[in-house]
């Protein structure tokens, strides 16, 4: 079994990671799941959606972790680590609200694990522009996040998804994960 068995894909809201998700297990040998902010988000009680302890979103599209919300996910994460440990191959479309530290709590669930971490860019008016498009967004998560996300996460390979289609981006991500081994 290869060694790298999870890529974390980090990138602010609209910035394309779920369509490099989806071409990542078109084009990497053998079957990946998809995980990420959006499997737990739909996995979570409703009344952690947009209530006390939960995930608030803002008018201005910010977004604030509440411990219950914080608590759970800090589980879910280690729910995926033993996937991985029981011979699944994941990747992971996340949203570091809190840029290094929510890496740090991937590092602590995914310890003694091989992975590829991917920063997904996109430029902020690109993201806005996607979020708009999309309509299921609330207005300015997408540009509040485009940078805040990447703040002091540490990345094997950098992707722009402004600059390029999901695929090239995919295959850039790929072929980095092919020379790991």
């Known amino acids: 079994m290869p060694r790298c068995r999870v890529i974390v894909l980090n990138g602010g809201s609209s910035s394309g990671k779920s369509g490099i998700a989806r071409c990542l297990q078109a084009v990497l040998p ?3 799941l998809t995980f990420g902010v ?10 952690l959606r947009d209530g006390e302890g939960g995930l608030r ?3 201005d599209g910010t977004v604030t972790v509440g411990p219950e919300y914080r608590r759970l996910s800090d589980a879910w994460r280690h729910g995926v680590a033993a996937m991985v440990r029981a011979g699944a191959r994941v990747v992971l479309d996340e949203v570091f609200l809190d840029g290094a530290d929510g890496q740090k709590r991937w590092l602590h669930a995914l310890d003694g694990l091989d992975v590829l971490w991917v920063a997904v860019r996109c430029d902020p008016d690109t993201a806005a522009g996607r979020e708009t498009a999309r309509g299921d967004r609330v207005p300015g998560m997408a540009r509040g996040q485009a940078d805040s996300v990447h703040l002091g996460v540490r990345y094997d390979v950098e992707v ?13 991500i790929a072929e980095q994960h092919a020379l790991r081994g």
């Open 38 to 47: 959006d499997s737990v988000d739909a996995a979570m009680p409703a009344s």
């Open 57 to 59: 979103i803002g008018a």
């Open 160 to 172: 722009d998804s402004a600059a390029a289609e999901s695929m090239a981006c995919a295959l850039l």
């Open 30 to 32: 053998g079957a990946w």
